[in-house]
């Protein structure tokens, strides 16, 4: 008999009742049904390329066709400042963090309404699925992080080119622009997400959200560009903290300029944070809204 | 071991219905509403206070109290809407209740649908492993029983094909069999038999009794009496959101089967029975008429039996069909039938006009064995809405006296009675 099995530990015990005022965090339930997580991306990137004959070269063609068309329109026709590097590897850069976050911005602030048979039959912590999508993005940034490599690599053999890359001891803090990236992509997908279940405009929103937030940050253009009293300002957009820690971190060029990083990696918290409580208190009413 | 492992109390669930519940609120809706509310608010305070209530509100569940036993098998039973569903989401998480509190010890694993999460493009090895998870399986289990599921679901061969390509019976058998070999404390099971084919339902049976007699915790609903009868020990019967009688299964379904049949072979709908859905279709009224043309209670099987639903239709429908169906008290379906069954019937009535209507059918004699019979109906335009149903509009009993075999006196197995023609040849 497996009543010895049955027997329960006392936190088995769950009481359902309505909740008030701010829900748990509850963050423990998520590390409970972290499998899910990882299972939930496997599909997002197993489904992504499928019937697609290139399959996942797409997710290298991708990165490297936008590279070439900002080359040729921001730095040949607007002629804008790469800051000494050459312009396709200045870019590039940005776009590493910017491929990160716009695709799982996009991803994930669908990811429940995308989802909601599951949410309306099943119980399992919501929060795993935009945290799912976000990790998804994160194997096209690590096939665009190759590309880089590669591109590096071809700028430093190819014989008639006059640029040598130079590893600078910053490169060491890349791991921590990649958190920040990830905490800013999180913080603003748990918002979308959880709003786009109660309002369907934002999902309507999002790709020309995603094209003006593209102009406000430092991607094709240098932060340097933007003038001294509005850095602060400027700041505000998380996205340009990153941006400019990743070209520090992994160019070398010009010093980190800390208020406008600092600024940013708060604001990227507190959107993290208020995401996280935001997403909690909208969950409950998930299965009725959406 | 007779402790509770599930405890109910107050248990309430409040759902707001708008003018138009099928929209999605968009944020213009928000800001709208949130510069009328003070109008709102004014107009009723100096009007009466009678509306304030609120009639958009709609309480699924209301004042639901009980309490589980570990290892009993607990059957659900009620009408459509009585709030069935709702309480299984409650228990197994997937809705939070307005009000009171339900207390649960243990694991549970809910079977509100099968192949959930199922994704068309993934094989169906890959499926396995998804459904598991989100049905709270850890990767060690699934590889565990991984063999056991693909043997329970009989598609090996096709197990590393998309399950796209799967017919629809693949396809359910593969999402039952893992939600099957989930090992729950709890389980909680919504209506999922009631899919598949015969085979398939009475496999899904057989693995539902061996969990109950595993000694785990089962709360089952259904419309089919007689799985809830075999499977479950005591029953609960909810009405319009309410908990209304509790006892052992047998007594339970009989309860249920008597309750809210006037028995006077005639059924009539106030406009308060009939949802906003229905609009425009509006049922007046469902009768069983003898041979002599009257309403009774009470047929005899060698007589045809007549049935007519009168209804009215405010507005024209497209491919409207209005028909019934016969089932047994048990809950086991008779036979259904529409009033444009026939092809160049429904060629001609394409469209209904608005009016007032009766379509009316006769089951001829010799058709029913003796017992108790439930007729439910149904109007709809086919693919495109189901307007109105009721499954338990009307129950009549049908006489067999004078019926063949009558000279016997012993119960006949069957729901039909049919005169057969025998020849008997000596050779």
């Known amino acids: 008999m497996t009543s010895d099995q049955l027997t329960n530990s006392p936190r088995d015990v769950i009481i359902l009742k309505p909740s008030r005022g701010l829900a748990a965090l509850n963050l423990r339930d998520l590390w409970t049904y972290r499998e899910l997580v990882l299972f939930l991306s496997w599909r997002d990137v197993l489904v992504r390329y499928k019937q697609t004959v290139l399959g996942a070269a797409w997710a290298i063609i991708q990165p490297i066709v936008q590279m070439v068309v900002f080359t040729l329109i921001f730095s040949k026709a607007a002629g804008l400042s790469s800051e000494g590097v050459p312009y396709p590897i200045f870019n590039y850069t940005a776009l590493l963090p910017w491929g990160l976050f716009s695709k799982a911005m996009n991803d994930a602030g669908r990811s429940l309404v995308n989802n909601r048979n599951m949410i309306t039959k099943v119980y399992f912590p919501r929060l795993t699925i935009p945290v799912a999508s976000v990790l998804a993005g994160m194997v096209d940034f690590g096939i665009a992080f190759l590309v880089y490599i590669g591109i590096i690599l071809y700028y430093n053999l190819a014989p008639n080119s006059t640029y040598t890359y130079t590893v600078t001891p910053a490169l060491l803090t890349l791991p921590l622009f990649i958190i920040l990236a990830l905490v800013a992509t999180l913080g603003v997908s748990l918002w979308f997400s959880a709003a786009n279940v109660i309002y369907r405009d934002v999902g309507h929103m999002l790709p020309f959200l995603t094209q003006i937030w593209f102009f406000l940050t430092p991607i094709v253009y240098s932060s340097s560009e933007v003038s001294g009293k509005w850095q602060i300002i400027y700041a505000l957009n998380p996205l340009t903290g990153v941006v400019e820690g990743f070209r520090w971190s992994l160019l070398g060029i010009h010093s980190l300029p800390l208020p406008l990083l600092f600024v940013s990696a708060g604001v990227a918290v507190v959107i993290l944070i208020t995401g996280v409580i935001y997403f909690r208190n909208m969950e409950r009413t998930f299965a009725d809204e959406i | 071991m007779n402790d509770t492992v599930i405890r109910v109390q107050n248990l309430g669930k409040r759902f707001r219905i708008g003018a138009s519940p099928e929209r999605y609120k968009t944020l213009r809706d928000t800001l709208v509403s949130g510069i009328k509310t003070p109008f709102q608010k004014l107009q009723h305070s100096s009007s009466s206070n009678l509306s304030s209530s609120g009639s958009n509100i709609i309480w699924a569940l209301r004042d639901i109290s009980f309490d589980v036993p570990r290892g009993k098998v607990m059957g659900i039973v009620g009408r459509n809407g009585a709030g069935k569903s709702t309480l299984l989401k409650i228990l197994s998480r ?81 999402a039952f069999a893992v939600a099957a070999h989930l090992e729950p404390e709890i389980l909680v099971v919504d209506e999922v038999l009631a899919v598949g084919d015969a085979e398939f339902q009475r496999k899904c049976m057989g693995k539902m009794s061996d969990v109950a007699q595993a000694g785990r915790t089962v709360l089952f609903v259904s419309h089919n009496m007689s799985a809830v009868l075999r499977l479950t020990e005591e029953t609960i019967v909810l009405d319009k959101g309410r908990l209304v009688f509790r006892a052992p299964t047998s007594q339970a379904v009989d309860y249920y089967m008597a309750a809210g049949f006037t028995g006077a072979g005639e059924r009539l709908w106030t406009s308060d029975e009939i949802p906003e859905e229905a609009a425009p279709f509006m049922p007046l009224a469902l009768r069983v008429k003898d041979v002599r043309g009257l309403v009774v209670d009470t047929l005899r099987s060698t007589e045809p039996i007549h049935v007519e639903l009168e209804y009215r239709l405010d507005q024209p429908i497209t491919g409207l069909r209005v028909g019934i169906y016969l089932l047994t008290m048990r809950g086991e379906y008779v036979f259904t039938s529409f009033d444009l069954d026939d092809p160049t019937q429904f060629e001609k009535l394409g469209v209904r006009a608005e009016g007032h209507y009766i379509s009316h059918c006769t089951i001829p004699a010799n058709t029913l064995n003796e017992g108790r019979y439930v007729l439910a109906i149904n109007a709809s335009s086919f693919r495109v809405k189901r307007y109105f149903w009721d499954d338990r509009a009307l129950a009549f009993t049908v006489d067999a006296t004078g019926a063949p075999g009558k000279q016997w006196p012993e119960p006949r197995m069957g729901a039909v009675r049919p005169a057969l023609e025998w020849v008997i040849e000596r050779l």
Not at chain 2, 118 to 129: A, C, M, Q, S
């Open chain 2, 94 to 174: 997937v809705t939070e209740p307005t009000e009171g509190s339900a207390e649960i010890h243990g694991r549970v694993g809910s079977l509100l649908e099968v192949g959930t999460g199922f994704h068309p493009e993934l094989t169906g090895r890959e499926n396995i492993y998804l459904n598991g998870a989100i049905l709270g399986m850890k990767r060690i289990e699934i590889e565990r029983k991984f063999d056991e599921i693909v043997a329970f679901s009989e598609v090996e061969q096709f197990i590393d094909t998309p399950v796209k390509r799967y017919s629809s019976g693949m396809y359910l058998r593969l």
